[in-house]
């Protein structure tokens, strides 16, 4: 995948607002399938989006964290390899 690709769909996927929006349109439409709100394929659609851009998101925060977690231990052994000096 092209790397500019790659960096503009994370980018959108860390927005704290794209996850909220993601969030509310899962809930939305799972209540309108169970309510028999959507009928049929329309159901199934909405579903698999919902799931789609769920896993999506928890993908790219995962990510988020183990990088953010790699930078705190890079800090770390440096800020110890300068005590140790």
């Given at each position: 995948?092209?790397?500019?690709?790659?960096?503009?769909?994370?980018?959108?996927?860390?927005?704290p607002q794209v996850a909220a929006y993601t969030s509310v349109?899962t809930v939305t439409t799972s209540l309108a399938s169970l309510?028999?709100?959507?009928?049929?394929?329309?159901?199934?659609?909405?579903?698999?989006?919902?799931?789609?851009?769920?896993?999506?998101?928890?993908?790219?925060?995962?990510?988020?964290?183990?990088?953010?977690?790699?930078?705190?231990?890079?800090?770390?052994?440096?800020?110890?390899?300068?005590?140790?000096?």
């Amino acid at each position: 995948m092209n790397e500019e690709i790659k960096d503009a769909i994370q980018s959108i996927a860390n927005h704290p607002q794209v996850a909220a929006y993601t969030s509310v349109a899962t809930v939305t439409t799972s209540l309108a399938s169970l309510m028999g709100g959507l009928q049929g394929a329309l159901s199934v659609v909405a579903s698999i989006v919902g799931i789609v851009l769920s896993v999506i998101l928890c993908i790219t925060h995962w990510r988020k964290g183990v990088l953010e977690r790699r930078v705190l231990e890079l800090e770390i052994a440096q800020i110890k390899m300068e005590l140790g000096k």
